[in-house]
């Protein structure tokens, strides 16, 4: 995700499209047929109803087992089911502009071009009961404090290790262990400030946590965004639930990190808080300008901050003020050159020691990657079992650890059957989906697994619960998952349901944005008694 002006010289097509519907929408203006509350048009024409929407076996987060679920959930959909088609893919567009206009971009990289291009978002909401988010909630949670408690262990006593929870070079050979962080403990014994963890649905409705993401965790600002597109297109429909507000986070993140600042800080009840970028070029720099605006902080740079006697202080144009907590958006190897990369021009040299010093919160702390590793993440469910003496409230994926021998076999007998995935790439790079593979690429995954089974996984091939979305159309059932963000200081806050991502390709798995994916609202029922909503209220009338 990242910012853009008009001058972004990002996807052409998609922009021009884009300018093409709003000149068209104006035109419908001059002519009178605007939009009156129901949603119908003024003008009369010939109306293309919703109609034939049929998940088949798939678990549908709207459709599936509506009753037992909530009775809400028959209204909502209701409204939904047989909507007016061309009513519903111009509301889409006015959503589309909206984000063009705000500079709501991702980045796709590829071997030639770095291109930016406007987050796809799907009109149609993903819809979660209160008893489901009830469970998610409680889910999420718990893995965040087994996962502090784990990153504890290993920095200290390595408990974990010599009780054969975990294999030893899992940990101590992990890229993303710190030997800076041995014996330190930080601010209120949280290392995972933010988390974002990536949960999928199967096809009994059951959630499990597909990955665990603890270094930098992104797509949180378009959850509020995705939100108030929602109460622009459907303002009467937003007007009649009660849904769980998203609103809050930037309070509830502030309040998290202000409860980890250093005991030397300056100020306690309102420590000095600030975002850390890399800059307006980094492709996340919309959210991180976002982040900073929601938590009235600043955005700071590297060269924004120095280090004296052991503290950070930002450069202001009333000089010098001390800063008590950064949320980074940096890498590790890039934070300090003193103590990673000397050629880092992003980080701050002393910046690691003043950590160390319980001078500054570091927000998430380094060497938190290696509990979002996809081979650590096979083992959280006895991590969990470990250090809090509970079981999962949220399962796992079964996951194939390709460094053991017996799982290499397994992985390499059933490759066309399996799911196989590089342990240190993200953005859904480097998959290799057996069933949908060629023989070609099959060969090639067997090829990267011989050579180098360590750096793989491999988990059976699960189809994700579908999202009605809208098509060319109709709406047709797509694939989701679901990213719910945590922040913790002296408890944890989970954000009422997260970032729904979409794999808008027909029979596609692969979510994420660089890969072809959207974005959809995601509404969690404040509760599951009665409707909720005007009952008199026609069908398709949104």
Known sequence: MGWCC???????TSIESLLREGNHRRKLWRIGMSLDSSGDWNAERKVNRVTQYDPGKLFC?????MSERSPKLEEIWRRFDGADVENLALRSKEADLELFNLGVTFTVYSDKDVIDR????????RILTAGEWDILDRGVIQRVAAINAFLHDIYNDQRVIKDGIVPADLVLGNSNF?????GFTPAAGVYTHIAGTDIIRDDNGDFLVLEDNVRSPSGVSYVVENRHLMERSFPDLMADLKLRKVSDYGRNLFEKLAETAPDGCRDKDDPQVVVMSPGMFNSAYFEHIFLAREMGVPVVEGSDLFCDDDKIYMKTIAGPRRVDV????????FLDPESFRPDSVLGVSGLIKSMLAGNVTIANAIGTGVADDKAVYA??????????????????????????????QYTLDNLADLVVKPVGESGGYGITIGPKASK?????????????????????????????TLGENQLVPRHVDLRPFAVTGRGTWVLPGG???VALKEGSIIVNSSQGGGTKDTWVLAEDTGSGITPTAAKGDL
């Not at 987060?61 to 087992?65: A, L, P, T, V």
């Open 499 to 501: 970032l729904t991502r």
């Open 440 to 468: 070609e690429q099959l060969e090639e995954a067997r090829a990267a697994l011989l050579k180098k089974p360590e750096n793989f996984i491999s988990q059976p091939m699960i189809s994700l619960s579908v999202c009605p």
């Open 178 to 182: 710190r030997k800076q962080m041995m």
């Open 6 to 12: 008009n001058k972004c010289s990002g996807d052409a």
């Open 326 to 333: 950064i949320y980074r958006r940096i890498d590790d190897e």
């Open 61 to 65: 987060e709207m459709s599936s087992n």
């Open 118 to 125: 406007v987050l796809p978002f799907d009109i149609i909401p």
């Open 379 to 408: 083992y959280m469910p006895r991590i969990i079992k470990y250090f809090l003496g509970e079981e999962p409230i949220l399962g796992n994926v079964e996951t194939n650890i390709c460094r053991e021998p017996d799982a290499l």
